[in-house]
């Protein structure tokens, strides 16, 4: 079979000969948007709208025999066919070719259900087969699932890059009573990620050249939605925690996974992101930090180094004070990081500056202000665990996911 070209939006909303385009505001999202407890049972139902009769699921094989049998049968009482394949655990392009040989020719959709780089992989798979894709995260702990990319990684973990889609998940499905069911610390995790979204956003929106994920100029409703995005979290995210260690469903919850993934999802999408997703792909060259450490986790502590490097002390403490309220790291000590590390920092410092989006931030940014920035936030963030204690990220990372 022939691979579909790589899809790249700049050459779509922003080429190089036409730079008014770029002045264009463009915001992406999927086609519908399903979160509840139970929806997972609705699966083939919502399936009517895209018309299709045989589809590909991929998930883990745990995933197979826990929630496998569920969305079978909401296919077969919609008289679709489905064919497994068993996601082995990196969004890396091996895996993803493997699983799209399997299932050339065989599906006309491709239903993914898992965390992260499960509904990653499925995104690449069903570009590469040209069909749609529906996404049923089973954690809240990332804001992938409503988004038309995917971040690959080689089969060892590592970064390798973001992959770029035409169309966004025609569907995306969350039942809250699965994210329920998960450990607190995805959850917490997911809060990381979501709390970024609106400072990137802002930082987008304050350049006058920033640009969102298309290459474009964010519209109102996308930093709305990051906005909107961090009054939750700050207002919800400690009761949403404690649903989860309960395994319940309630309204705290509800907000929070919206939060997590619609609001956030579409927020940095369309919003832009800057400095605080940069120091988190950097993390990911540690290993001690990357087999450790879940994705929101490092964005967590990317979030204070960009607010720290804005000058924005008082937001570095409203925010940490937040982190170390849900137990997510809110100095370098808890992402297993020192600031006396040369090596280390400069890793973090290097992996920034190479990362596209920093030219986001509303100011020319150089080595030297992420190294005071990283300095300047870790003193910050180690006083505020200091006041409040850091039971709740012990708590948290006692047994790891
Ligand atoms: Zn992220």
Same mark, same amino acid.
């Given at each position: 079979?022939?691979?579909?070209?790589?899809?790249?939006?700049?050459?779509?909303?922003?080429?190089?000969?036409?730079?008014?385009?770029?002045?264009?505001?463009?915001?992406?999202?999927? +086609?519908?948007?399903? +979160? %509840?407890? %139970?929806?997972?049972?609705?699966?083939?139902?919502?399936?009517?709208? @895209?018309?299709?009769?045989?589809?590909?699921?991929?998930?883990?094989a745990r995933g197979q025999s826990s929630e496998g049998p569920r969305v079978r049968q909401s296919l077969a009482s919609e008289n679709i066919e489905g064919t497994c394949c068993d996601?082995?655990?990196?969004?890396? *392009?091996?895996?993803?070719?493997?699983?799209?040989?399997?299932?050339?020719?065989? =599906?006309?959709?491709?239903?993914?259900?898992?965390?992260?780089?499960?509904?990653?992989?499925?995104? &690449?798979?069903?570009?590469? *087969?040209?069909?749609?894709?529906?996404?049923?995260?089973?954690?809240?702990?990332?804001?992938?699932?409503?988004?038309?990319? &995917?971040?690959?990684?080689?089969?060892?973990?590592?970064?390798? /890059?973001?992959?770029?889609?035409?169309q966004s998940p025609a569907l995306v499905v969350v039942d809250t009573a699965l994210v329920a069911a998960a450990p607190e610390r995805f959850l917490v995790a997911g809060m990381g990620d979501a709390m970024a979204t609106w400072y990137e956003a802002r930082a987008c929106l304050t350049n006058p050249n920033g640009v969102n994920g298309v290459g474009t100029r964010p519209t109102i409703a996308s930093y709305a939605m990051?906005?909107?995005?961090?009054?939750?979290?700050?207002?919800?995210?400690?009761?949403?925690?404690?649903? =989860?260690?309960?395994?319940m469903v309630d309204e705290s919850l509800e907000k929070i996974v919206e939060a997590n993934t619609l609001l956030s999802g579409l927020g940095f999408e369309s919003g832009g992101i800057a400095l605080a997703h940069g120091i988190a792909k950097s993390c990911t060259a540690l290993s001690h930090v990357r087999e450790h450490y879940l994705h929101g986790e490092m964005v967590a502590i990317?979030?204070?180094? +960009?607010?720290?490097?804005? &000058?924005?002390?008082?937001?570095v403490q409203k925010v940490a004070r937040f982190f170390v309220s849900v137990g997510l790291p809110a100095n370098l000590a808890q992402l297993s990081l020192d600031v006396?590390?040369?090596?280390?920092?400069?890793t973090l410092i290097e992996g920034t500056m190479d990362w596209p989006h920093t030219l986001n931030m509303p100011? =020319?940014?150089? $080595?030297?202000?992420?190294?005071? $920035? @990283?300095?300047?936030?870790?003193?910050? /963030?180690? &006083?505020?665990?200091?006041?409040?204690?850091?039971?709740?990220?012990?708590?948290?990372?006692?047994?790891?996911?």
């Open positions: 079979m022939t691979l579909p070209p790589p899809y790249d939006p700049a050459t779509v909303f922003a080429p190089e000969d036409d730079p008014a385009a770029a002045r264009a505001r463009v915001f992406i999202a999927p +086609q519908r948007y399903v +979160q %509840g407890e %139970g929806v997972l049972d609705n699966v083939g139902r919502y399936l009517r709208l @895209l018309n299709v009769r045989h589809v590909g699921i991929l998930m883990s996601f082995n655990g990196e969004c890396s *392009l091996d895996e993803i070719e493997a699983h799209r040989d399997a299932l050339a020719d065989r =599906v006309d959709c491709l239903i993914a259900v898992g965390g992260g780089k499960c509904v990653d992989a499925g995104k &690449s798979i069903a570009f590469r *087969l040209g069909i749609p894709v529906v996404i049923v995260p089973t954690l809240a702990s990332n804001d992938a699932p409503c988004s038309a990319l &995917s971040v690959l990684y080689e089969p060892s973990g590592i970064y390798a /890059g973001v992959e770029f889609y035409p990051g906005e909107a995005c961090a009054h939750t979290l700050f207002e919800e995210g400690v009761r949403a925690s404690a649903a =989860v260690r309960g395994q990317g979030t204070l180094v +960009q607010l720290a490097l804005e &000058s924005r002390l008082e937001e006396a590390d040369a090596s280390d920092m400069n100011f =020319v940014v150089d $080595a030297g202000m992420i190294r005071d $920035a @990283l300095v300047e936030f870790d003193k910050i /963030g180690t &006083s505020v665990i200091g006041e409040f204690g850091d039971d709740t990220y012990r708590r948290l990372h006692l047994d790891s996911p």
